[in-house]
């Protein structure tokens, strides 16, 4: 019988994967699309995050970024990494690397649908395959987290837009233009093409929210659009638990604040890790405490900062806050890094 299964092959399923493979549990990986896939991401990596991915073997081709500079009408304050570097990665590459350490791996991946989960106390069977555990890491809407009514009531409706921009980085910084509107968030992901993600809850077109930045819009200038625009959202995904009898909710099928931090990467891989170790251990039970646990700052952090967003006598300060108190905001950065 297979240790786990894992329905979803995104970078928290493909790192659940490798973590477990180097564990020496034999893993399956089901997902039905073909890599190399793309996702409405940020595309930004905290330093912790790909020096995790390093440690698991995956070689991954990005740019570093040295901090992050909160930018409005009038303000702009940086915040400089103190660990090391993150590193802007387009998502179809990091996931490329992700696929590509799987099948170095010898890690079997399976083009299917899971479809109903079925378990008793013993094992879990799926897409026709049984295994003792299964990893739900199928994604911000997960299919399996609904079937198992795992699921709270969210009342947000952010989302996220993004689209690639063929110009050279301006900066060796995440910048991140605040507006009445939402923000946007600029990567740099290679020598010459940048990702601009905007996060609001307003409706609109990609180009009609980039109006409401101003001096984003003049700093891309003529720069040509390098890739569709793409889509996510609502992100934030309320969940009840994230352990039911041998099913393991990891990624962003296990709840979801926001994107306001950027952290979906880094919680996603420390997730996983503690997952693994509770199969190793044949331990399902203490899985949530362990999620809770490695994830509680960041949930904390972004849903702080979250609802400051959504104050609307806050929203306006937050900038000018951080222009003023430089020495917090380094110090939010850093413990988010």
Not at 93 to 113: M, N, Q
Not at 261 to 266: H, L, M, P, R
Not at 310 to 317: D, K, M, T, V
């Amino acid at each position: 019988m297979i240790d786990l299964l894992v329905a979803g092959g995104g970078p928290a399923g493909a790192a659940t994967a490798i973590r477990a493979a180097l564990a020496g549990l034999e893993v399956v990986v089901i997902e039905p699309r073909e890599a190399p896939i793309d996702k409405a991401c940020g595309e930004g990596i905290a330093h912790s995050a790909a020096s995790y991915l390093e440690r698991l073997g995956v070689s991954l081709d990005g740019r570093p970024f040295y901090g992050i500079r909160y930018l409005d009408g009038r303000f702009s304050v940086d915040a400089r990494f103190r660990a090391g570097p993150g590193l802007g990665v387009r998502r179809t590459t990091l996931h490329r690397a992700l696929h590509e350490r799987l099948c170095s791996l010898g890690v079997p991946v399976i083009r299917d649908r899971v479809g109903a989960v079925v378990q008793n106390s013993a094992s879990v069977t799926a897409a026709g395959l049984t295994a003792r555990y299964l990893a739900a890491a199928d994604g911000l809407h997960s299919p399996i987290r609904r079937q198992l009514s795992l699921a709270g009531r969210a009342g947000d409706v952010r989302r996220g837009l993004r689209r690639h921009y063929s110009i050279r980085p301006w900066t060796d910084l995440v910048e991140v233009y605040w507006s009445a509107l939402g923000e946007a968030y600029v990567t740099p992901v290679s020598d010459d093409v940048v990702g601009v993600a905007i996060l609001t809850s307003a409706r609109g077109s990609f180009d009609s929210h980039l109006d409401a930045f101003p001096r984003l819009r003049q700093r891309l200038g003529e720069a040509e659009a390098a890739s569709s625009v793409m889509g996510a959202g609502p992100l934030r995904q309320v969940v009840r638990r994230r352990v039911a009898g041998r099913v393991l909710l990891v990624g962003d099928a296990a709840g979801y604040v926001d994107a306001l931090t950027g952290e979906g990467i880094a919680v996603a891989l420390r997730t996983s890790a503690e997952l693994v170790r509770c199969v190793e251990r044949d331990d399902a039970a203490s899985y949530e405490a362990a999620w809770r646990r490695v994830s509680w700052e960041c949930r904390f952090l972004t849903a702080s900062l979250l609802w400051a967003r959504n104050r609307s006598l806050l929203a306006p300060r937050i900038v000018p806050a951080a222009a003023r108190l430089p020495a917090v905001y380094g110090a939010i950065v850093n413990r988010l890094a």
